[in-house]
């Protein structure tokens, strides 16, 4: 039993090219250091003294920056490059964190979140893009998982740290971190990733052909922007794990900044643990839209089960598990069927707008949550992110019943 899983890790992980590797070091080194955003809204509520509701105002800033950056960086992509676009967002978004760790004015406060949020989230299209560039078309979605696998370690690492460093020695040493963490990442990447985007240009014929261009955009890609709106509506009921699921779990299950980093710590381990076997399943039994539309259901069950068992931490501990397996078998492949949906001389286009897709859901999410948490309750809340799941369920199926003769999923 033992040989067999172990078996199944190797093969998980074998096949992968060495930049793709490379790719996954460097946003090992960058995640690790990206503890900001976990305690943001405990940082603007406990910390600057601001209402839930402005706290929810100066998270849903990170998705405002976020929308700016994926289009920013989608338009940058395919026109000079993911990988300049890659190195410039890292080291420029380093000192924008030393930047935003001294301002406390709300206004200027928000306005900091949205610029550098804009800045780091620039690199997202882009990295997206480069995985065509540095994996082969059978390896798109196992890359992506192991690309996954480094910002949820990262993640892990960085939670768990976190909640001790900001406890100990106050949240100043939080953004210093996260700033210091990317231009590591920025001249680590320089140094050790080769540029193959000349391997990737289009031919010249498709480059020069405007009629081409504009019949393959994603903009009249109906089905994709049709999947993308599910997305988002379960984007945004998940989005709620990083900002009203903190303030739940201090306010009302009495957990302290350590105890959140640990649970925050507990997802990415989850994911680093299960992701790269399950997706190696999964894409062998070729069934990536069952896969997609059962991650949605147990993101949504994942709030709901609050409401039937009651707010308890065990409750806690076990909504997580749930979410932490619905994130493993929908993100992948999603990410996957935007790639494959793209061509090399419009992908920064493609996945600028599945960036933009996220990045919306993280602008309405905390507004969302936790207004309705202040004005209503939390078991409001969850009722209604489950709800949202619930919709997105329901399109997605409509979607598989309907799938578009552009689709293409492969592993």
């Not at 080291?91 to 610029?115: A, E, T």
């Not at 999603?334 to 996945?351: K, V």
């Not at 949550?369 to 939390?378: K, M, P, T």
């Amino acid at each position: 039993m033992l040989r067999s899983i172990i078996q199944l890790y190797k093969n998980s992980l074998t096949g992968l090219s060495r930049e793709i590797w490379l790719l996954t070091f460097v946003t090992l080194i960058n995640r690790s250091g990206t503890i900001v955003t976990l305690f943001l809204t405990i940082y603007v509520t406990d910390q600057l003294g601001y209402s839930k509701t402005q706290a929810g105002i100066a998270a849903s800033c990170f998705g405002i920056g976020s929308l700016l950056g994926g289009f920013i960086g989608g338009y940058l992509t395919d026109r000079i490059g993911y990988y300049k676009v890659m190195f410039y967002s890292l080291l420029s978004v380093g000192f924008m964190f030393f930047i935003l760790m001294y301002l406390r004015n709300f206004y200027f406060l928000c306005g900091g979140i949205i610029v550098t949020n804009m800045i780091g989230d620039t690199f997202r299209p882009a990295s997206s893009a480069s995985l065509g560039a540095y994996s082969t078309k059978e390896n798109h979605t196992r890359s992506l998982s192991l690309y996954r696998l480094a910002i949820n370690l990262g993640f892990a690492l960085g939670a768990g740290a976190a909640g001790w460093i900001a406890s100990r020695f106050g949240y100043d040493w939080l953004f210093i971190i996260d700033g210091a963490t990317c231009i590591a990442a920025a001249f680590m990447f320089i140094l050790l990733l080769p540029n193959k985007e000349d391997q990737e240009k289009a031919t010249e014929e498709e480059s020069a052909n405007v009629d081409l261009r504009k019949s393959h955009s994603a903009y009249n890609d109906h089905w994709y922007l049709l999947f993308l709106f599910c997305l988002f509506l379960n984007a945004v009921a998940f989005m709620q794990l990083f900002s009203s699921f903190p303030v739940f779990c201090k306010e009302v299950l009495g957990f302290s900044e350590a105890d959140v980093g640990n649970m925050m710590a507990f997802n990415g381990f989850i994911i680093v643990l299960l992701e790269m076997p399950l997706v190696y399943l999964i894409v062998q039994r070729k069934q990536q839209m069952e896969t997609i539309i059962g991650g949605v259901m147990l993101i949504g069950f994942s709030f709901l089960i609050y409401n039937i068992l009651g707010f308890y931490w065990w409750v806690a501990v076990l909504s997580m598990i749930l979410v932490s397996v619905g994130e493993i078998i929908n993100f992948p492949f999603t990410t996957t069927i935007a790639l494959q949906r793209s061509r090399p001389y419009n992908r920064g286009e493609y996945m600028g707008l599945f960036t933009v897709m996220f990045s919306s859901s993280a602008i309405f999410a905390p507004i969302i949550g936790l207004w309705v948490a202040e004005q209503y309750s939390f078991t409001h809340l969850w009722y209604l992110m489950s709800a949202l799941s619930l919709l997105s369920f329901v399109g997605l199926l409509f979607l598989k019943g309907n799938a578009s003769d552009k689709l293409v999923i492969d592993g």
